[in-house]
């Protein structure tokens, strides 16, 4: 995990003091950003002109108001070698790219590492050399921050991925000890988790970063059954009773990724943030299997889905119902489970299906066949319907 919350806030004046010694130093505007380009801090400084919007281009304009850049602008200067180099490097404008006056980029290292960049707007006949190097002796102590910080949010990542996949008794309760120790304060107070599945990576690099994503406390991939990998955030609320900094959270890793999401339930503390996690990737795979909960689905609203997560996987495949579940009869199972969901009213399963009365009763009469269940019978029906629907899972 590139950062973490709770070293940025505690950073975050530092980061600003030390841009601002840079805009000093250089008589001019610097923003930083860590290595994924996104906005740590923007120093202003007061010099006629600098501050003038139409002096800015559509680049500097969306990375200051969005907090970050696109993966082309991103690339695009790369192209220049700022991630190699270990002194100031100049761009030239390229109006073309949308990048109408030049840069002067001073890489961010600590210990031969990048981890930022600091961008000033270039100007003629721009800072001296000898400014310049100054500036950089000032980004040797921004990457020092930032290293720490990148420390921390690796540890972090570690910690929380350990409460996720720890068995339940003594190895999760020690995994959510050493979770708290490293949460400090902020491990007191109401939190959720957050499920986004399949995430497109399992390389903690690709990780999307707590900064970018509000009320974010951890982030971690861990693994998701065939489906590869999915993403485990850990949401810390203002109050239990409103969740909306999780579908918020859930909602943007959506469009980092594909899929569905899942929220768990809010608990106080830690202790039972395991729990929270179950119901959050159950609500996930709801959602996955049944689009109209989705794409964020809550635990609390998943109804049948909930029982039917925490069942083993050999459930959907009961004996009596596997011929049903055949390649050759699914517009047979899609209208046994239309028939139950529409708690066995023949005029509007025909209706949601748009097929005759007597379509309708002859494929019944054929799912009867094939899995020896009367349609008639409580139980059976209550035993095709939750294989029919936990097989989505």
Not at 242 to 254: E, G, K, Q
Not at 277 to 291: D, G, I, M, T
Not at 296 to 322: F, K, M, Q
Not at 352 to 374: C, F, P
Request: hydrophobic content about 40%; aromatic content about 6%.
């Amino acid at each position: 995990m590139r950062d973490n919350a709770r070293v940025t806030s505690e950073h975050r004046g530092d980061y600003q003091e030390l841009v601002d010694e840079i805009s000093e130093l250089l008589g001019a505007p610097a923003t930083l950003e860590n290595r994924d380009f996104e906005l740590i801090a923007f120093g202003a400084y007061d010099s006629e002109g600098d501050l003038d919007p139409s002096a800015l281009d559509p680049v500097r304009t969306r990375s200051i108001l969005t907090r970050r850049s696109t993966t082309a602008v991103r690339t695009w200067f790369e192209g220049f070698g700022i991630a190699r180099a270990t002194g100031p490097v100049r761009i030239p404008p390229t109006p073309e790219a949308g990048v109408y006056r030049g840069r002067i980029c001073l890489p961010v290292r600590h210990r031969g590492v990048v981890l930022g960049y600091v961008w000033l707007l270039d100007d003629d006949p721009g800072p001296t050399d000898a400014r310049l190097a100054a500036a950089m002796e000032v980004t040797a102590r921004i990457g020092a921050l930032l290293a720490d910080e990148v420390q921390h949010g690796a540890d972090l990542t570690r910690e929380f991925r350990a409460v996720l996949t720890a068995e339940r008794g003594w190895q999760q309760d020690m995994a959510v000890a050493a979770l708290r120790t490293a949460l400090g304060p902020r491990a007191e107070g109401p939190h959720t988790v957050v499920c986004v599945a399949p995430w497109p990576s399992a390389d903690p690099e690709d990780a999307p970063s707590a900064r970018t994503v509000p009320h974010t406390t951890a982030l971690c991939t861990v693994p998701w059954g065939a489906a590869g990998q999915c993403l485990a955030v850990l949401v810390r609320l203002r109050s239990t009773d409103v969740r909306l900094p999780a579908l918020t959270a859930a909602s943007r890793l959506l469009k980092e990724g594909t899929g569905a999401a899942g929220v768990g339930e809010v608990r106080t503390g830690l202790a039972e943030v395991g729990d929270s996690w179950q119901e959050a990737s159950a609500a996930a795979r709801a959602a996955l299997a049944e689009p109209r909960l989705g794409p964020v689905a809550e635990w609390s609203r998943i109804g049948p889905y909930r029982l039917l997560a925490s069942l083993p996987a050999a459930t959907a495949r009961d004996p009596a119902v596997a011929p049903l579940l055949a390649p050759a009869h699914r517009e047979l199972a899609r209208t046994a489970e239309t028939y139950l969901d529409h708690a066995g009213q023949a005029g509007r399963t025909a209706a949601a299906l748009g097929i005759h009365r007597q379509t309708l009763y002859y494929r019944l009469s054929r799912v009867e066949q094939l899995t020896g269940l009367d349609l008639d019978d409580g139980e059976d029906r209550l035993l095709l319907h939750m294989v029919l629907k936990g097989a989505r899972l």
